[in-house]
């Protein structure tokens, strides 16, 4: 059950791109293959906190303004649980397996072979970017939208995020916020009596996130019923850095997430976190922000995505998506082949049926669009 499309994502799959490593081969295969179909291409490189250097690519193609848009990225998650085979992609039952074949080497495959399939001439523009650094934290995306000349220019009035979403159009989904809160103790021998534990210092915070994860499951005002859940997953995670029972904590830090949603109090939920944390004296570091994403379910690209895919209805995930970094500047969907359900796991699929037919549905969309 081997396809055209199939064989580019297994070759993408084969180029290892781990968020942990350089994305520079893979970008190369990537660079070429839009080269080979006639794309203008900004390439754009940074390093990133480990000092590695990690490739942006925005391609476009086609005159005058509006148009549509493909924004993927091309790094994966480790995939370290893997036994073997991780980028060795294999066809069995009717499926693509390999690490990234959902997540997202697969709906890019389906991207580019749609393009093969558009109208040669093309009365709109349409537009591929590419970017790095999506596992962990958009990093890419946002770098696409602040500094990339060919974005800003041929920027689409579309965009379609290849998101894996069993091909049903994506109009909302939940965003997160993520804060390290820390205590600091003096470690000391509990013989001695001279030691004051971090533990004992956080504690009385942690007794308010109790109360304020009651408060988030009970107030509608923190929820957003366009959701299921509605709610924002409030939780938090202890570490004192394995300190011995006879010896007093020298730091202990409480990882405080919740899971934002459009006009669900996100920023007033943030002030809470902060001014109890104020309140103890602790140290508050906001490590990671993404931002929700919501489309009107009655924009023009939500009826262009139902009426290529044949879906009832758009629906909302509880996962997040780089359509938060898009959204602003161009009516956007996520829409893509497999599940999230498959994405990050050992064995990592996508079904080789829905994967072709994702491209003939990217094609509908080129043709009502650019054609």
Not at 135 to 162: N, Q, Y
Not at 317 to 329: L, N, Q, R
């Amino acid at each position: 059950m081997s396809t055209d499309t199939v064989q580019l994502a297994s070759d993408l799959i084969a180029i290892p791109s781990q968020s942990s490593t350089s994305n520079v081969p893979v970008a190369d295969r990537l660079e070429t293959l839009l080269s080979e179909r006639g794309f203008e291409i900004e390439r754009t490189t940074y390093k990133d906190d480990s000092g590695l250097e990690k490739v942006n690519l925005v391609a476009a193609i086609g005159n005058g303004t509006g148009g549509l848009g493909f924004f993927a990225h091309s790094d994966t998650v480790e995939g370290r649980e893997w036994p073997d085979g991780a980028w060795s992609p294999k066809v069995k039952d009717g499926r693509l397996i390999g690490l990234g074949a959902c997540d997202m080497k697969g709906p890019l495959a389906a991207a580019l072979k749609a393009v093969d399939r558009a109208p040669k001439k093309l009365n709109a523009p349409l537009m591929i970017a590419i970017a790095a650094d999506e596992e962990i934290g958009h990093v890419g995306a946002h770098r696409i939208v602040e500094s990339s000349e060919l974005f800003k220019e041929k920027c689409p009035r579309f965009g379609v995020i290849t998101e894996a979403t069993n091909l049903t159009p994506v109009y909302a989904h939940k965003g997160g916020r993520l804060f390290c809160v820390t205590a600091h103790g003096r470690s000391a021998h509990t013989s001695t009596d001279k030691g004051i534990s971090a533990n004992f210092l956080i504690a009385p915070f942690l007794a308010e996130m109790t109360e304020l994860a009651e408060l988030f499951k009970t107030d509608t005002s923190f929820m957003n019923n366009d959701f299921d859940p509605p709610t924002n997953g409030f939780n938090m995670v202890l570490n004192d850095f394995g300190c011995p029972q006879n010896v007093t904590a020298a730091r202990t830090t409480c990882h405080v997430v919740f899971r934002s949603m459009p006009d669900a109090r996100a920023d007033d939920a943030e002030a809470m976190i902060r001014e109890r944390a104020g309140k103890y004296g602790l140290d508050v570091e906001l490590v990671r922000s993404i931002n929700s994403f919501y489309t009107d379910p009655a924009s023009d690209i939500i009826k262009l995505t139902l009426e290529a895919t044949g879906a009832k209805k758009p629906v909302s995930v509880p996962y997040g998506s780089e359509a938060e970094a898009y959204t602003k500047f161009m009516e956007a969907v996520v829409l893509g082949a497999g599940s999230i359900e498959q994405a990050h796991t050992v064995g990592e699929f996508i079904d080789i049926e829905q994967l072709e037919r994702s491209a003939q549905v990217y094609g509908k969309l080129i043709e009502r669009v650019c054609g």
